[in-house]
């Protein structure tokens, strides 16, 4: 029998009285109570409609029927430890690594983006026997203790907590806002051999790097995309240290970038990654994540003498979950509609960066898209502020945006892939008018800073 559903009010006073006060919501002020959702739509209890440009874990559309369907018929048969025989976990793993180069052919299933990362620095510790990581500005890999330590992104937030000895932070890759920017001359070459100058000064203090972890297109850092070439450089010079290269997709595996299946292949055929991670996407919602590693780093764990094994990865509804979010994928078109919409969203938000001073930059790939606000164009400082009323005022157009980056000031486009022409145009031309507005009122003295409770609110988002 279905519980009865709770007033709104009702619903905010039991979550401050049982849920940690650090689990933090959108829009606080006035959260939205969401209570159903389709395609690319939520719904809230009063069935009031939100376009959702935000969700890259509804990947094929919230409860997509198939996915569902999937879900349900196996768990009416089976569901168990990964421990006993079931066809459906190894059938799952043959199919995801054939959407990856050959090397890349074992596979540990686990639940979330932070179980697949902390597994990953695992894998490489053990493979290299070095401690040491590399990680970038800006970066978040994760919510767990191993991860933060490697996520700028979060421990800049720590007040009083020291910089573990063994992580160090090379320059984010980012060619608009970045220490090395469009107009010089080999800027791959240039952040790689900032990696290169941090293995040089761990090698003369006697430490050795493990690995270097990078989303193969840093999200929360700000939608950056590295420039080409960029990962084969840094490799290198992890490779030649004892390392191995991490890439983190997390938020942009499964053909979100549109060109490719997996973000890292947008750097070219000859780069291979040592060991990927996959989380959020993969289970349209349902909590699942992936390792994928070499033959040879899967052996060097195993002779680590200590056993691997999780309860819940890679148990029979999981993976026929997952199989059915590769079926739709396929059976949909969902990369080539990431590629075409993705294309037509980012021409749309190029003629507003011609219209409004205040896009300072547009950049992405197919549904990954990112519009830096900056309040001056020539010295890019960012226009945090007029991005915070930019989300809230497309909050009352029932569009859910966000914004993130180092400033909070890069609006932040990673819909379900089912994403349309017509939601493009839709959510473009409100943010016109919005700028518009942002535009007259800065005419009529508008006061940049608004209340504390929009910069507090997007000091975390969902991730």
């Not at 969700?55 to 006993?84: D, I, W, Y």
């Not at 620095?121 to 800006?138: F, S, V």
């Not at 990696?195 to 006697?206: A, F, H, L, N, Q």
């Not at 997390?250 to 890292?264: D, L, S």
Request: net charge neutral.
């Amino acid at each position: 029998m279905t519980a009865a559903r709770l007033d709104k009010q009702k619903t905010i006073d039991l979550r401050k009285k049982h849920i940690g006060p650090s689990c933090k919501v959108f829009f606080s002020h006035d959260p939205i109570k969401i209570v159903q959702a389709q395609g690319q739509y939520m719904y809230d209890e009063k069935n009031d409609r939100y376009l959702d440009c935000i969700n890259n874990v509804a990947h094929v559309g919230h409860c997509h029927p198939e996915v569902v369907k999937a879900g349900a018929k196996q768990m009416e048969l089976l569901n168990t430890n990964s421990r006993f025989l079931h066809d459906n976990l190894v059938q799952y793993a043959q199919r995801l690594q054939a959407t990856l180069p050959e090397k890349l052919s074992v596979c540990y299933f686990v639940n979330s983006g932070s179980e697949a990362n902390d597994l990953a620095l695992r894998l490489a510790r053990q493979y290299t026997g070095h401690k040491d990581i590399i990680t970038l500005e800006n970066a978040y890999h994760g919510h767990i203790s191993s991860l933060i330590e490697i996520s700028p992104y979060k421990f800049h937030q720590l007040t009083d907590t020291e910089q573990s000895p063994h992580v160090h932070v090379a320059l984010s890759p980012d060619t608009y806002r970045g220490k090395y920017r469009e107009d010089h001359p080999d800027p791959a070459a240039a952040y790689a051999d900032n990696v290169r100058e941090i293995i040089e000064k761990v090698d003369d203090k006697g430490n050795k790097i493990a690995a270097f972890i990078a989303e193969s297109l840093q999200s929360c850092g700000g939608q950056v995309i590295p420039p080409p070439g960029y990962f084969q450089k840094v490799a290198e010079h992890v490779r030649n240290a004892g390392g191995v290269f991490i890439a983190d997709e997390v938020q942009v595996g499964f053909g979100r970038v549109g060109t490719h299946f997996w973000a890292f292949q947008l750097q070219g055929e000859d780069f291979v990654p040592d060991i990927v991670t996959m989380g959020k996407p993969i289970g349209n919602g349902h909590p699942m994540s992936c390792v994928i590693t070499t033959k040879e780093i899967a052996e060097a764990f195993m002779s680590s003498g200590m056993d691997y094994f999780n309860t819940f990865g890679g148990n029979p509804v999981s993976c026929a979950i997952g199989q059915a979010v590769l079926d739709v994928i396929k059976k949909e078109n969902l990369q080539a509609n990431a590629l075409a919409v993705g294309s037509y969203l980012s021409h749309l938000l190029e003629e507003q960066k011609e219209k409004h001073p205040l896009v300072g930059d547009v950049r992405g790939r197919g549904l990954f898209v990112g519009v830096e606000l900056v309040r001056d164009r020539v010295k890019r400082t960012p226009a945090t502020a007029e991005a915070q009323d930019v989300i809230y005022k497309l909050k009352e157009e029932r569009i859910l945006l966000s914004a993130d980056g180092p400033h909070r000031n890069v609006l932040k486009f990673k819909p379900p892939m089912c994403f349309s022409r017509q939601d493009a145009d839709l959510a473009v031309q409100k943010i016109d008018q919005i700028l518009t507005g942002i535009h007259v009122n800065r005419e009529n003295k508008w006061n940049p800073h608004p209340p504390l409770f929009l910069i507090s609110m997007h000091r975390k988002h969902l991730h």
